[in-house]
């Protein structure tokens, strides 16, 4: 009995070697930086294993994907998809409404032989946006013969085929179609990844933030991938009553700025069908700086604290090179300037900045806070810079700004929503609560 025990152990791990060397589809090893689990995977992997209900034109515009259509009811509080005919999950199972799971909280849930109904609080316009999230079934795959373990199961082209773990957190993940098999292993960091590329543990590392030594290995290409729908900026934090309108101006013409492609302008992407083309975007302009510091001289020298990651370091250094040379031309420029009747308040013309690097900045303690954000896919920026929003960490109030923000995420009419978040732009660019710097770059690193 023993030995039929043992030889059944030992086939359940001889069958599964045997098919791995049968199995002649390339493989493809790729590393990715974060912490995940098997309910919280990257988004690209997501994609790849299964759909949502829309899917997400390039200029942000929702398109049916597993809806035939939706329509808006209660004056964008309801919303009704119906669901496309005949399709299957990838372990053969219709797809049916009831399968239409999403963690929506506040949102009800109702489900006909056809149809999936959402019932909102309140009428929220870029809600077909929200619902492009790849929906899963949970299930259980056979490993070794003998044993199980939970997986998922989507609707896409990939399946998730294998996985491993160490404690909650994934360290490996295994997608297949019929042609390829493509192997995710997981880094906590970035520096962790290139190491691993280094030893052979993976061929393709994408989504770095830095470029690394491996762009100099005769063995390896690196491609650069400009993201237009994320920004560098400067946040001021506008509880500082430093921070005038006058100042900030003065601050964002001051600091030099790309002239190319990479160059942001706003919280929008330029490719969403609303960006406002000419907004204003101060250009580098000292002269305008000095002018627009002197119109409000205020009543102690400028020190500035910069908050930011190692990762914008650099630019930070910039930026503090930037703002005192407005500080000494400024002081300069004062002592002639018929505005300063007191010519010894010309001294607080002065700026000092002072950088704070940290890897994890405090977005509710800081002067001025350097980071990059995503723009979101629909132009809605309501969680950002409306006034009654927690996640509003610039702390930016302006009643006309909260207006548009709210009638932005009501109105259905596509022209109207134009108009919104256009004029949206217009004023909230003139205002400066941020300063726009630059889109960022993502480098992926390939073993030729």
Not at 43 to 69: K, M, Y
Not at 120 to 149: C, D, H, K, N
Not at 191 to 212: H, Q
């Amino acid at each position: 009995m023993v030995t039929i025990i043992l030889g059944m152990i030992g086939f359940s791990f001889v069958v599964p070697k045997l098919a791995t060397i049968l199995d002649s589809k390339p493989r493809h090893y790729i590393g990715l930086v974060g912490d995940f689990s098997l309910d919280s995977l990257p988004s690209e992997i997501e994609e790849l294993i299964s759909l949502g209900l829309t899917g997400i034109e390039e200029d942000g515009t929702p398109i049916p994907e597993l809806s035939e259509r939706w329509t808006s009811e209660d004056e964008g509080k309801s919303y009704r998809f119906v669901l496309k005919k005949n399709i299957y999950w990838q372990d053969g199972k219709l797809l049916e409404t009831s399968d239409v799971k999403y963690p929506f909280n506040d949102v009800e849930t109702i489900t006909t032989p056809n149809d999936v109904i959402f019932r909102l609080p309140e009428a929220f316009v870029p809600f077909p946006t929200v619902v492009s999230q790849p929906i899963f079934r949970t299930g259980t795959r056979r490993y070794l013969g003998i044993f199980t373990q939970p997986t998922i199961i989507g609707l896409g082209e990939y399946r998730l085929t294998n996985y491993k773990q160490k404690g909650v957190r994934l360290s490996e993940v295994t997608l297949e179609n019929p042609t390829e098999r493509r192997i995710y292993r997981f880094y906590l960091s970035e520096n962790d990844a290139v190491i691993a590329f280094k030893r052979g543990e993976i061929d393709d590392l994408p989504n770095l933030t830095t470029p690394s030594d491996l762009q100099t290995w005769p063995t390896t290409t690196t491609e650069s991938t400009l993201d237009t729908s994320s920004y560098l900026a400067l946040f001021f934090n506008l509880e500082n009553p430093l921070f005038s309108k006058n100042i900030r101006q003065a601050l964002a013409y001051a600091i030099t700025k790309p002239t190319d492609e990479t160059r942001a302008y706003g919280p929008i992407s330029p490719t969403s069908w609303v960006y406002l083309q000419g907004g204003k975007g101060y250009e580098y302009d000292l002269p305008r700086a000095v002018d627009r510091l002197l119109d409000e001289l205020p009543g102690e020298p400028l020190i500035i604290e910069v908050t930011t990651t190692p990762l914008y370091e650099e630019d930070a250094n910039q930026i503090k090179q930037d703002w005192e040379k407005l500080g000494q031309m400024a002081e300069t420029a004062c002592q002639t300037d018929k505005r300063v009747a007191d010519k010894a308040a010309c001294q607080n013309a002065r700026i000092t900045t002072n950088l704070r690097i940290t890897a994890f900045p405090d977005t509710t303690n800081f002067q001025t806070l350097l980071i990059g954000q995503a723009a979101p896919t629909d132009p809605d920026q309501y969680y950002l810079w409306h006034s009654d929003q927690s996640s509003n960490f610039s702390r930016y109030r302006n009643t006309r700004i909260d207006s548009l923000l709210e009638k932005g995420r009501q109105v259905a009419d596509r022209n109207e929503r134009l108009a919104i978040y256009q004029e949206f732009q217009q004023f909230f660019l003139e205002d400066a609560p941020a300063i726009f710097l630059r889109h960022l770059t993502s480098y992926t690193s390939k073993r030729k």
